[in-house]
Protein backbone atom coordinates (compact mmCIF):
# COMPACT_ATOMS: atom_id res chain seq x y z
CA UNK A 1 0.00 0.00 0.00
CA UNK A 2 3.03 2.12 0.69
CA UNK A 3 4.41 1.54 -2.28
CA UNK A 4 1.55 2.20 -4.45
CA UNK A 5 1.47 5.76 -2.34
CA UNK A 6 4.58 6.73 -2.91
CA UNK A 7 4.41 5.65 -6.31
CA UNK A 8 1.26 8.16 -7.19
CA UNK A 9 3.28 10.80 -5.16
CA UNK A 10 6.15 10.29 -7.90
CA UNK A 11 4.10 10.60 -10.57
CA UNK A 12 2.14 13.57 -9.56
CA UNK A 13 5.08 15.59 -8.92
CA UNK A 14 7.25 14.53 -12.36
CA UNK A 15 3.47 15.73 -13.92
CA UNK A 16 3.42 18.91 -11.78
CA UNK A 17 7.61 19.54 -13.16
CA UNK A 18 6.50 18.54 -16.45
CA UNK A 19 3.21 21.55 -16.58
CA UNK A 20 5.92 23.81 -15.20
CA UNK A 21 8.21 23.55 -17.63
CA UNK A 22 5.61 23.95 -20.50
CA UNK A 23 3.93 26.67 -19.21
CA UNK A 24 7.27 28.79 -18.14
CA UNK A 25 8.49 31.30 -20.48
CA UNK A 26 9.70 31.22 -23.68
CA UNK A 27 13.48 32.14 -24.34
CA UNK A 28 14.18 35.15 -26.38
CA UNK A 29 15.96 35.26 -29.57
CA UNK A 30 19.83 36.61 -28.81
CA UNK A 31 21.28 39.59 -30.56
CA UNK A 32 24.43 42.13 -30.63
CA UNK A 33 23.15 45.62 -29.18
CA UNK A 34 25.89 46.64 -31.14
CA UNK A 35 25.00 45.56 -34.60
CA UNK A 36 21.49 45.64 -34.22
CA UNK A 37 22.29 49.59 -33.42
CA UNK A 38 24.63 50.27 -36.57
CA UNK A 39 21.58 48.74 -38.85
CA UNK A 40 19.51 51.20 -37.26
CA UNK A 41 21.99 54.16 -37.36
CA UNK A 42 22.44 53.20 -40.92
CA UNK A 43 18.98 54.24 -41.49
CA UNK A 44 19.37 57.42 -39.45
CA UNK A 45 22.65 58.66 -41.66
CA UNK A 46 21.49 57.57 -45.42
CA UNK A 47 17.61 57.75 -45.36
CA UNK A 48 17.03 61.31 -44.57
CA UNK A 49 19.49 62.07 -47.64
CA UNK A 50 17.54 60.16 -50.14
CA UNK A 51 15.76 62.43 -52.55
CA UNK A 52 13.49 61.10 -55.88
CA UNK A 53 16.02 60.83 -57.93
CA UNK A 54 17.86 58.20 -55.60
CA UNK A 55 15.09 56.19 -54.27
CA UNK A 56 13.96 55.84 -58.27
CA UNK A 57 18.10 55.20 -59.10
CA UNK A 58 18.01 52.26 -56.42
CA UNK A 59 14.60 51.22 -57.44
CA UNK A 60 15.60 50.38 -61.20
CA UNK A 61 18.30 47.87 -59.75
CA UNK A 62 17.90 44.36 -60.40
CA UNK A 63 17.12 42.35 -57.14
CA UNK A 64 20.09 40.22 -57.37
CA UNK A 65 22.26 43.51 -57.98
CA UNK A 66 20.56 45.01 -54.93
CA UNK A 67 20.73 42.02 -52.88
CA UNK A 68 24.45 41.63 -53.76
CA UNK A 69 25.32 45.46 -52.52
CA UNK A 70 23.74 45.13 -49.45
CA UNK A 71 25.63 41.76 -48.60
CA UNK A 72 28.80 43.39 -49.64
CA UNK A 73 27.48 46.71 -47.13
CA UNK A 74 26.50 44.58 -44.33
CA UNK A 75 23.28 45.17 -43.91
CA UNK A 76 21.14 42.34 -42.57
CA UNK A 77 18.03 43.46 -44.79
CA UNK A 78 16.56 42.07 -48.28
CA UNK A 79 15.71 44.19 -51.16
CA UNK A 80 12.21 44.27 -50.67
CA UNK A 81 12.54 45.00 -47.01
CA UNK A 82 14.79 47.69 -47.96
CA UNK A 83 12.34 49.60 -50.59
CA UNK A 84 9.36 49.08 -48.21
CA UNK A 85 11.70 51.04 -45.05
CA UNK A 86 12.36 53.92 -47.47
CA UNK A 87 8.55 54.31 -48.59
CA UNK A 88 7.79 54.71 -44.75
CA UNK A 89 10.44 56.87 -44.25
CA UNK A 90 9.49 59.30 -46.76
CA UNK A 91 5.67 58.96 -46.22
CA UNK A 92 6.74 59.74 -42.13
CA UNK A 93 8.90 62.74 -43.28
CA UNK A 94 5.89 64.12 -45.51
CA UNK A 95 3.38 64.18 -42.28
CA UNK A 96 6.26 65.64 -39.39
CA UNK A 97 9.16 67.50 -41.54
CA UNK A 98 12.90 66.93 -41.86
CA UNK A 99 14.30 64.43 -39.84
CA UNK A 100 16.32 66.57 -36.79
CA UNK A 101 17.60 64.40 -34.75
CA UNK A 102 17.03 60.65 -32.89
CA UNK A 103 17.30 59.91 -28.83
CA UNK A 104 18.40 56.43 -27.32
CA UNK A 105 17.48 53.09 -28.44
CA UNK A 106 14.61 50.20 -26.26
CA UNK A 107 15.07 46.95 -27.11
CA UNK A 108 12.59 44.61 -26.88
CA UNK A 109 13.42 40.85 -27.72
CA UNK A 110 10.92 38.32 -28.16
CA UNK A 111 10.98 34.28 -28.85
CA UNK A 112 10.82 35.29 -32.78
CA UNK A 113 11.00 39.28 -33.06
CA UNK A 114 13.55 41.79 -31.94
CA UNK A 115 11.58 45.96 -31.57
CA UNK A 116 14.18 48.42 -31.57
CA UNK A 117 12.27 51.80 -31.14
CA UNK A 118 13.48 55.32 -30.33
CA UNK A 119 11.94 58.90 -30.07
CA UNK A 120 12.94 61.03 -32.98
CA UNK A 121 12.31 64.41 -33.88
CA UNK A 122 11.49 66.09 -36.98
CA UNK A 123 10.79 69.59 -38.12
CA UNK A 124 7.57 69.73 -37.30
CA UNK A 125 6.35 67.44 -34.96
CA UNK A 126 8.30 64.38 -32.83
CA UNK A 127 7.70 60.62 -33.83
CA UNK A 128 8.64 56.86 -32.45
CA UNK A 129 10.35 55.24 -35.16
CA UNK A 130 9.97 51.89 -34.49
CA UNK A 131 12.52 48.67 -36.34
CA UNK A 132 11.27 45.04 -36.35
CA UNK A 133 13.81 42.31 -37.02
CA UNK A 134 12.91 38.67 -37.53
CA UNK A 135 14.82 35.39 -35.68
CA UNK A 136 17.58 36.01 -37.84
CA UNK A 137 18.29 39.84 -37.28
CA UNK A 138 16.98 40.83 -40.99
CA UNK A 139 14.77 43.84 -40.73
CA UNK A 140 11.55 43.05 -41.31
CA UNK A 141 9.94 46.77 -41.26
CA UNK A 142 10.21 50.51 -40.26
CA UNK A 143 7.28 52.40 -38.91
CA UNK A 144 7.38 56.17 -38.22
CA UNK A 145 4.54 57.06 -35.71
CA UNK A 146 3.82 61.05 -35.85
CA UNK A 147 2.85 62.07 -31.98
CA UNK A 148 0.07 64.63 -32.34
CA UNK A 149 -0.70 67.08 -29.23
CA UNK A 150 -4.27 66.58 -27.54
CA UNK A 151 -5.53 69.97 -29.52
CA UNK A 152 -4.31 68.08 -32.87
CA UNK A 153 -6.24 65.33 -31.93
CA UNK A 154 -9.31 66.80 -31.32
CA UNK A 155 -9.38 69.02 -34.18
CA UNK A 156 -8.63 65.59 -36.67
CA UNK A 157 -11.49 63.96 -34.94
CA UNK A 158 -13.76 67.30 -35.14
CA UNK A 159 -13.33 67.53 -38.96
CA UNK A 160 -13.72 63.70 -39.36
CA UNK A 161 -16.74 64.44 -37.46
CA UNK A 162 -18.45 67.23 -39.68
CA UNK A 163 -17.11 65.60 -42.79
CA UNK A 164 -19.55 62.48 -41.86
CA UNK A 165 -22.43 64.10 -40.75
CA UNK A 166 -21.93 66.52 -43.43
CA UNK A 167 -21.96 63.58 -45.81
CA UNK A 168 -25.48 62.33 -44.11
CA UNK A 169 -26.96 65.57 -44.38
CA UNK A 170 -26.01 65.92 -48.19
CA UNK A 171 -27.74 62.79 -49.22
CA UNK A 172 -30.64 62.99 -47.25
CA UNK A 173 -31.17 66.50 -48.77
CA UNK A 174 -30.08 65.09 -52.11
CA UNK A 175 -33.07 61.87 -51.12
CA UNK A 176 -35.39 64.93 -49.90
CA UNK A 177 -35.15 66.70 -53.35
CA UNK A 178 -36.09 63.43 -55.59
CA UNK A 179 -38.87 62.67 -53.14
CA UNK A 180 -40.38 66.43 -53.62
CA UNK A 181 -40.04 65.79 -57.76
CA UNK A 182 -42.81 63.00 -56.82
CA UNK A 183 -45.38 64.89 -57.56
CA UNK A 184 -44.63 65.85 -61.19
CA UNK A 185 -44.82 61.96 -61.91
CA UNK A 186 -48.92 62.37 -62.64
CA UNK A 187 -48.79 64.84 -65.04
CA UNK A 188 -45.90 63.26 -67.31
CA UNK A 189 -47.39 60.15 -67.48
CA UNK A 190 -50.69 62.41 -68.64
CA UNK A 191 -48.76 64.02 -71.15
CA UNK A 192 -48.00 60.87 -72.24
CA UNK A 193 -51.10 59.25 -72.17
CA UNK A 194 -52.68 62.53 -74.57
CA UNK A 195 -50.09 62.28 -77.09
CA UNK A 196 -52.23 58.36 -78.77
CA UNK A 197 -55.57 60.27 -78.62
CA UNK A 198 -53.87 63.06 -80.46
CA UNK A 199 -52.55 60.70 -83.05
CA UNK A 200 -56.07 58.87 -82.91
CA UNK A 201 -57.78 62.65 -83.51
CA UNK A 202 -57.53 62.51 -87.58
CA UNK A 203 -59.57 59.21 -87.31
CA UNK A 204 -62.85 61.82 -87.21
CA UNK A 205 -62.88 63.08 -90.76
CA UNK A 206 -62.77 59.57 -92.41
CA UNK A 207 -65.77 58.81 -90.32
CA UNK A 208 -67.16 61.66 -91.70
CA UNK A 209 -66.15 60.98 -95.32
CA UNK A 210 -67.47 57.44 -94.46
CA UNK A 211 -70.69 58.64 -93.58
CA UNK A 212 -70.92 61.53 -96.92
CA UNK A 213 -71.62 58.25 -99.49
CA UNK A 214 -74.82 57.22 -97.11
CA UNK A 215 -76.46 60.90 -97.68
CA UNK A 216 -75.61 60.51 -101.39
CA UNK A 217 -77.49 56.95 -101.61
CA UNK A 218 -80.44 58.35 -100.31
CA UNK A 219 -80.17 61.53 -102.64
CA UNK A 220 -80.14 59.32 -105.32
CA UNK A 221 -83.17 57.12 -104.48
CA UNK A 222 -85.18 60.66 -104.13
CA UNK A 223 -83.92 61.23 -107.82
CA UNK A 224 -84.80 57.94 -109.16
CA UNK A 225 -88.61 58.07 -107.36
CA UNK A 226 -88.98 61.52 -109.19
CA UNK A 227 -87.62 60.14 -112.86
CA UNK A 228 -90.36 56.44 -112.22
CA UNK A 229 -93.39 59.21 -112.15
CA UNK A 230 -92.17 61.29 -114.86
CA UNK A 231 -91.77 58.60 -116.77
CA UNK A 232 -95.20 56.97 -115.62
CA UNK A 233 -97.27 60.28 -116.21
CA UNK A 234 -95.23 59.68 -119.90
CA UNK A 235 -96.17 56.74 -120.91
CA UNK A 236 -99.81 57.11 -118.89
CA UNK A 237 -100.20 60.49 -121.39
CA UNK A 238 -98.91 58.65 -124.35
CA UNK A 239 -101.38 55.71 -124.16
CA UNK A 240 -104.66 57.92 -123.09
CA UNK A 241 -104.85 56.32 -119.49
CA UNK A 242 -104.21 57.22 -115.85
CA UNK A 243 -101.13 55.81 -114.02
CA UNK A 244 -103.04 53.52 -111.64
CA UNK A 245 -102.86 51.14 -114.71
CA UNK A 246 -99.59 50.37 -114.78
CA UNK A 247 -96.80 50.27 -112.09
CA UNK A 248 -92.98 51.02 -113.21
CA UNK A 249 -91.02 48.80 -111.13
CA UNK A 250 -87.41 49.38 -112.57
CA UNK A 251 -85.24 51.90 -114.89
CA UNK A 252 -82.39 50.30 -116.53
CA UNK A 253 -80.06 52.49 -118.68
CA UNK A 254 -79.60 51.60 -122.20
CA UNK A 255 -75.78 51.40 -123.51
CA UNK A 256 -77.03 53.23 -126.95
CA UNK A 257 -79.19 56.23 -125.72
CA UNK A 258 -80.26 58.41 -128.44
CA UNK A 259 -81.82 61.09 -126.08
CA UNK A 260 -77.69 61.66 -125.61
Not at 40 to 62: C, H, M, S
Not at 154 to 177: C, D, E, P, R, Y
Not at 245 to 254: L, P, Q, W, Y
Amino acid sequence: MKKKISLLISMLIAVLAFTTGCGGKKETIEYDEILVSQVVDYVFTYFPNYDEAAVEQIKGLREFTFEQQLTEMGLPIYPEEYLSAIDAWKAGEEECGAYVEHGKYTFEASADELLVSTETKFENRTAIVEFLFDENLYLKSLTVSAQFTLGEILQKAGLNTLLGMGTVFVVLIIISLIISLFRYIPAVQDKFRKKPEASGAPEAPVAAAAAVPVRKSSRQKMDDSELIAVIAAAIAAAEGTTTDGFVVRSIKRRKSNKWN
